[in-house]
């Protein structure tokens, strides 16, 4: 069976990173298609990226807070719950990964990346709470598919508005399955326990992960958010101390390191074939961590308690800021200033190894780390993949609890795969959501720059553009 996994892997890797070359390097068209989008409505919004950063931090602070406003979480619970999705081992193995193939200038475009990208999320997450839906037990609802769904019927394309819908659920109802968290905390964890190569080991740390993470998400929305508002800070706060403590005892190597980040994003590089190499590896693991395009944290907060569509785009910006321009900045700093970018790891054991320059011991909390992160991300995902299945098959405890068999019973078999074959098939899948998506926001866009233009302008007094 294994074997067919690896055959389709390297199948769909193959349509989905279809590339044409460039100066040499071979470019992805998918990745420039998400680039694209990045650009376009960060130019569209005027850079309201950065322009409301100040209003996000005001409304996850709890200003602008609007009495009795339907649904089921509140900024700071979406903020967390959609956070401990895209903070997770995108941020330790992808920065690893993405070093590995596209050197130290990858991690340049990775944040110049991540701050074009916070308006895309900006975007997506404004028109999954402008087009949620209650559904016939009361519960709200909302995400691409029913954007594109509710969205598109709005502007009289409502068979496009099914088909896009339709064909993003049915491609997030696999790419949502959580191997590569198990994958790559299990790698992690056997390593410090010096487990072997056993399978015994690996299906029991599975079968562990998915008992705990079914626990919760039987419990629900309110549930969920209860475990990932205080799962999410303390993940963060163990991850970064243990990345601060290797920065400040390699402080003599940060400026040799930003130098190398600066010109290995510019000049050529022998083995990747220079800045277009570098981009293409940090524009491909940027993308996979904030999930910017991909439209999966819209799903958790078209549910947050607001009338206003637009003040849960502005939280959401928040999330390409703290994933990847302030963690993964600090993984990528932590793996050059020990050199460890130039050995021969090319996943979560180059963060191991970097971890391990300052004890014997310090892996372990690495562990511990991932452990958490690895865990937080498949409650999110899995509260992702019930909306999704709500969409397809409807709502009901049966239904439900059906798919949180399968998306839970797929767990275990994330030990037991090749690491490439896990990151070939997360990769595609996810990939793949981007393109119903991004094709709704292009026709929306009118949508998004009014409802962003009127909002801003009402809780600041300023003009975020036309709206035209």
Sequence with gaps: MLNYIELFSQWLVSVVFFSVSIGGVDVNLIVVWLASAMVFFTIRLRFLNIRGFGLALALVRGKHKEEDAPGEMTHFEALSTAISGTVGLGNIAGVAIAVAIGGPGALFWMVIIALFAMSLKFAEVLLAVKYRTTLPNGRLS????????????????????????????????????????????????????????????????????????????????????????????????????????????????????????????????????????????????????NEAGIGTAAIVHAVAKTREPASEGFVALLEPFIDTVLICSATGLALIVTGVWQSDYSDIAMTSAAFGTVSSWFPYVLALAVCLFAFSTVLSVGYYGLQVSAYLFGSTPARNRLYLMFFCGTLPLGALVDVNTVINLTDSLFFLLSVPNIIGLYIMSGDIARESESYFKRMTGKSTGSAS
């Design 142 to 289: 909302g995400g691409p598919m029913w954007t594109l769904r509710n969205g598109l019927a709005s502007y009289g394309r409502p068979r496009l508005g099914r088909l896009l819908g339709g064909v993003y659920a049915v491609f997030a109802l696999f790419a949502f399955i959580q191997t590569i968290q198990v994958n790559q905390s299990y790698s992690q964890v056997r390593t410090v326990l010096s487990l072997g190569d056993g399978i015994g080991p690996a299906l029991i740390y599975g079968a562990v992960i998915a008992s705990l993470a079914a626990a919760v998400l039987l419990g629900g929305a309110h549930a969920i958010a209860r475990v990932t508002a205080r799962l999410t800070p303390i993940m963060c706060v163990v991850y970064l101390m243990g990345i601060l403590t290797i920065l400040v005892l390699n402080a003599s190597e940060l400026p040799h390191a930003l130098a190398l980040i600066f010109s290995q994003a510019f000049v050529p590089h022998s083995v990747v074939g220079g800045a277009v190499g570098a981009f293409i590896a940090g524009m491909r693991r940027a993308a996979f961590s």
